[in-house]
T-cell receptor
């Protein structure tokens, strides 16, 4: 069974530029999460989807971050404009339901210069 | 506020010894907990979970203990191996939510 796929693995941009990350969850997984992991810290939830609806986006900086999950499968996370403090690994995870094991992708590492 | 913390940022253990990684959580209403292992450059990997109606759960070489009285969670790894070297996170799910809150992590170093 294929795992959670993310791309790109690495991205370097200058501040005020924009960037987009893509996630393809495990087939059949209804719940999809985007986490931000700053170096030396635990993952912080940015947004959670149930199918194509948003369950929780309370910690998403909506002035610069946006995410969508059209058709309830793939998802994209966009940052525009990026700030230095956005440098982090962006992890996508999926699960069958809202309770149980989260399966994580390998993450997209963003460096903002 | 909501937070999950760990007592020790780094734990060094001799190969073959048992490891104990601790976690303190702040939300007494949390009803589900997970331990994750994260190796360098990879995403977190599920190790074991436990519901709040349990005190102990065992897996292969790992045991999770939950003490709701003091809001403490621990992960015990038996016969620690070099491949166990990683950062370990505990995560809690507050009751009535579908949000998983991660702690800051403990780095486990296995000494040969």
């Amino acid at each position: 069974e294929a795992g959670v796929a993310q791309s790109p693995r690495y991205k370097i941009i200058e501040k005020r530029q924009s960037v987009a990350f893509w996630c393809n969850p495990i087939s059949g997984h209804a719940t999809l999460y985007w986490y931000q992991q700053i170096l030396g810290q635990g993952p912080k939830l940015l947004i959670q989807f149930q199918n194509n609806g948003v369950v929780d986006d309370s910690q998403l900086p909506k002035d610069r971050f946006s995410a969508e999950r059209l058709k309830g499968v793939d998802s994209t996370l966009k940052i525009q404009p990026a700030k230095l403090e956005d440098s982090a690994v962006y992890l996508c995870a999926s699960s069958l339901g809202s309770l149980g094991e989260l399966f994580f992708g390998e993450g997209s590492r963003l460096t903002v210069l | 506020g909501e937070s999950v913390g760990l007592h020790l940022p780094t734990l060094s253990v001799q190969e073959g010894d048992n490891s104990i990684i601790n976690c303190a959580y702040s939300n007494s209403a949390s009803d589900y907990f997970i331990w994750y292992k994260q190796e360098s450059g990879k995403g977190p990997q599920f190790i074991i979970d436990i519901r709040s109606n349990m005190d102990k759960r065992q897996g292969q070489r790992v045991t999770v203990l939950l003490n709701k009285t003091v809001k403490h969670l621990s992960l015990q790894i038996a016969a620690t191996q070099p491949g166990d070297s990683a950062v370990y996170f505990c995560a809690e799910k507050p009751s009535g939510t579908y949000k998983y809150i991660f702690g800051t992590g403990t780095r486990l170093k296995v000494l040969a």
